[in-house]
Each structure stands twice: as C-alpha cells, then as structure tokens.
C-alpha cells in the first residue's frame, strides 16, 4: 500500500538537543512538506520542497532544517535554536503532475515531539 | 498575502445538518481545500472547489462563493464519528503550497 509513513509517533528530549523526524513516502510525489500544528490550531508551514535538493522556507523556519537528497525522503531537525519545539509534527507530499496543479496534499500520521 | 477565518468550535446533535463556514482573503485564487482531522491524527481530504455552486459527496457537500471569498462545508445525517477538527486550506504560489486556516471543532453530541 501507498502513504506516508512518520516516525515515531511520540518522541521525547530534552532541551537543548538536536531531533531529526522521519517522513518517508512511497507514493511516487515530487512535493514534500512540514507542518506544525500546536493545540486547537490550524497548520503551519514550516519548509516544503518541489522537486530532490531543493527546498523552501515556509512561515515559520526559523529553527529548523530539512534535507531532500532522495524523491522519497524529507527529514525534519528541530535544532536547540528553535524556541518552543513542543508540537504536533506533520509530514506531506503532493502530486506536482497531472490532471489539476492544485492536487491535494497526503499527510503522514504525525509525530508528537515534547521537550522535557 | 492570504488571511482565512473559520469559527473555532461548533456544536450539533447527532442527525442533524452543521453548515461549518470559511472566509478567506487571497491575492490570486486557485481553489479551496477543505480537510477533516479527528484528534490526533493527520488530515484527510474531503473537497477541493474551484468553480462558484454547490459539490455534494454523499453526507458532505461544499459551496463557494469567489465573488464573497466564502466557502462553506455542509455535513448531512450528522453521525458521532463526525466529531473532529475541519480545517479549509487555499494554494498559495501557483499551488506549490497551502495557507490553512484555524480550523473548527466539531463536536456532535447524542
């Protein structure tokens, strides 16, 4: 079956450390995306990429990086300069091809990141 | 820039019809997304309008209005497992990404 698949799905550390989150996708898309989303709000943009070794800030960067050196892999580091990491993290990927440009995004199931 | 606004709790009863509403403020218009999310978990697609009237799916219909920067989403025979979060999204940059909205909780009550 095709999806994205996040891991883990809860993940602690403590402050001061580097975490890098999984997202991996097997659904052959060329945009990859990472979301934050905080209690009872909506998504927030934080880097997305259109096509391999390429990416983009979205609107709150500050204190992260990504990657993208293969099509099916986007990792997440939530660095010690990111202020309030607690949060729900969500990965996804969209089909850039095709019928319609404005193809909906898949999301993965997520990663609960909390720093003690 | 883009601004969207949604009310940010809602209640109904189980069997009931909820018109759950979204405004949104864009510099170009490319269509609007709207996703369910139970808590917890990632959001699904349900709709994506470009065009102005009325799209039904079975319990769930969603309506736009480009000239009033208005779209609804309208769930029918309203059913427990409808209680989540529904967020409406816009593309930004030639759909290379999304401008989500709050989103409204929903909650459905026997």
């Known amino acids: 079956d095709g999806g994205i698949t996040q891991s883990p799905k809860y993940l602690f550390r403590k402050e001061g450390q580097n975490v890098t989150l999984s997202c991996e996708q097997n659904?052959?898309?060329?945009?990859m995306y990472w979301y934050r989303q905080d209690p009872g709000q909506g998504l927030r943009l934080i880097y997305y990429s259109q096509i391999v070794n390429d990416f983009q800030k979205g609107d709150i960067a500050e204190g992260y990086s990504v990657s993208r050196e293969k099509k099916e892999s986007f990792p997440l580091t939530v660095t010690s300069a990111q202020k309030n990491p607690t949060a729900f993290y969500l990965c996804?990927?969209?089909?850039?091809?095709?019928?319609?440009?404005?193809?909906?995004?898949?999301f993965g199931p997520g990663t609960r990141l909390t720093v003690l | 820039g883009q601004n969207i606004d949604q009310p940010t709790e809602m209640t109904a009863t189980e069997g009931a019809i909820v018109q759950i509403n979204c405004t949104y403020q864009?510099?170009?218009?490319?269509?609007l997304f709207w996703y369910q999310q139970h808590a917890g978990e990632a959001p699904t697609f349900l709709s994506y309008n470009v065009l102005d009237g009325l799209e039904e799916k079975g319990r769930f219909s969603s309506f736009l209005s480009r000239s009033k920067g208005y779209s609804y989403l309208l769930l029918k025979e309203l059913q427990m497992k409808d209680s989540a979060s529904y967020l409406c999204?816009?593309?930004?940059?030639?759909?290379?990404?999304?401008?989500f909205g709050p989103g409204t909780r929903l909650s459905v009550l026997p």
């Open positions: 659904l052959n898309h060329d945009a």
């Open positions: 999204a816009v593309p930004n940059n030639y759909g290379q990404n999304f401008v």
């Open positions: 864009t510099s170009g218009f490319n269509g």
């Open positions: 996804a990927s969209k089909r850039t091809s095709g019928r319609s440009p404005y193809n909906e995004q898949f």
